[in-house]
């Protein structure tokens, strides 16, 4: 008997009565090419369900966690989020770019770190100076309480960059760089209201604009210690 | 809040999680994948009392799902905008490295499915459903579920055999 696709997909599918499957069974026993053709939709199935196995894992968002459990009230639409690429056109805008950079260099002078630690280069904004160093070198788990620049969150981007949360001394300033091979490109630098006068490195505390940005690049989990110190290692590389 | 409304609402955050993944299965894109489960979060809030006792609440959100995706999200789509092929890489999970590039090339033949055949595989292929729940959800006669399904994996075999995907799919060769 001649087998069509449709039923051997039917078949690995569990989706064949009794009968025929025990049909299809003894067919395969005999007959190496049909259960090579079988096989081969097996594996199929498995790699997609293995492909898609890790958005379970993934943190969830804040804002449909909220909406599920009544937390918040529910929003008449889905908020409008900042994709990527439109974080990427605001850096790319010049204009934006020397006001929130100068906002940053002010920040970080009276915080008595290098000038221009931000610079507008080429169309996007780069690290420089003691954020580029600390951003390359420092790990969250033995960073000095006191340094200029405190990272906090080290993950992979959906572009499958490096990417680590920062904040300047004081909490005065929060961002995210990405980036491959110690070259970091600023993604995001904000003003990080703080409280207590100092920022912390967990996630809940990261001024909101830059929360937002994680959320929307982070594959999986952030980095945790030994992770973000084999991946300094590396030199950032992947 | 009474007591139904909260069962209800602790028997859809159990669900997040798969809400999520077949959103991603279905709008090829993160956000847009969350956008669409906020807004059948929304809905199924709003038509709680629509839940028939006995059916199952995974296909029912799966079903206001895909509708809303159908008539609302599917036209503001980020991933129609931006989709290049070089962009496939927003796909890549963190996983170990043979596995990653599986995941990144599976995924990424299962992006240029269309509409009808990735839904099918998002809900047959990803979720698990057998072909009579995804029918239910989708609307249609299950023989047209089982064609689009044996289509789908047809052309997912074909791509995924080229030499360009062959690297990634060692696992599955």
């Known amino acids: 008997m001649i087998y069509s696709d449709e039923m051997l997909v039917a078949y690995v599918d569990r989706e064949l009565d009794a009968a025929t499957t025990a049909s299809i069974d003894a067919a395969i026993a005999r007959d190496p090419d049909l259960a090579a053709r079988v096989e081969r939709q097996r594996k199929l199935a498995q790699a997609v369900h293995a492909a898609y196995e890790p958005i379970l894992q993934e943190p969830m968002p804040k804002r449909l966690l909220d909406l599920a459990t009544g937390a918040a009230p529910a929003a008449a639409r889905a908020p409008r989020r900042w994709a990527w690429f439109e974080w990427g056109a605001m850096a790319a805008s010049a204009a934006l770019g020397v006001v929130i950079g100068a906002a940053f260099i002010g920040e970080a002078r009276r915080g008595s770190s290098d000038f221009g630690d931000i610079i507008a280069d080429r169309g996007q904004l780069s690290a420089r100076g003691t954020l580029a160093r600390a951003l390359t070198d420092q790990l969250a788990s033995t960073q000095k309480p006191d340094a200029a620049v405190r990272v906090g969150l080290t993950f992979i981007s959906a572009r499958g960059e490096y990417c680590r949360t920062f904040a300047l001394e004081h909490g005065s300033a929060a961002g995210l760089a990405c980036g491959a091979g110690g070259e970091w490109r600023v993604e995001l630098v904000t003003r990080a209201a703080s409280k207590s006068g100092e920022y912390r490195t967990a996630a809940g505390d990261l001024p909101a604009a830059v929360q937002q940005a994680v959320d929307g690049q982070i594959q999986g989990h952030s980095l945790d210690a030994a992770a973000e110190q084999a991946a300094q290692q590396r030199g950032w590389r992947r | ?173």
């Open chain 2, 1 to 173: 809040m009474t007591p139904e409304e909260q069962q209800f609402r602790a028997e859809l955050v159990s669900l997040l999680p798969r809400l999520r993944r077949f959103g991603r299965a279905i709008t090829r894109h993160r956000e847009d994948a969350d956008d669409l489960v906020q807004i059948a979060v929304e809905r199924a809030l709003l038509r709680r009392e629509q839940l028939q006792p006995g059916t199952q609440m995974l296909s029912w959100m799966f079903k206001i799902m895909n509708n809303a995706w159908i008539d609302e999200v599917r036209s503001r789509s980020r991933r129609e905008k931006i989709f290049a092929p070089e962009e496939s890489g927003e796909h890549i999970g963190v996983s170990p490295m043979d596995d990653h590039l599986n995941a990144l090339a599976v995924r990424s033949a299962i992006d240029r499915l269309n509409d009808e055949q990735r839904i099918a595989v998002g809900l047959v292929l990803v979720e698990g459903l057998p072909y009579k729940e995804a029918a239910e959800v989708l609307g249609v006669p299950i023989g047209t579920v089982t064609s689009r399904i044996a289509r789908a994996r047809e052309q997912l075999q074909a791509v995924l055999s080229e030499p360009a995907g062959a690297r990634g799919m060692q696992a599955a060769q």
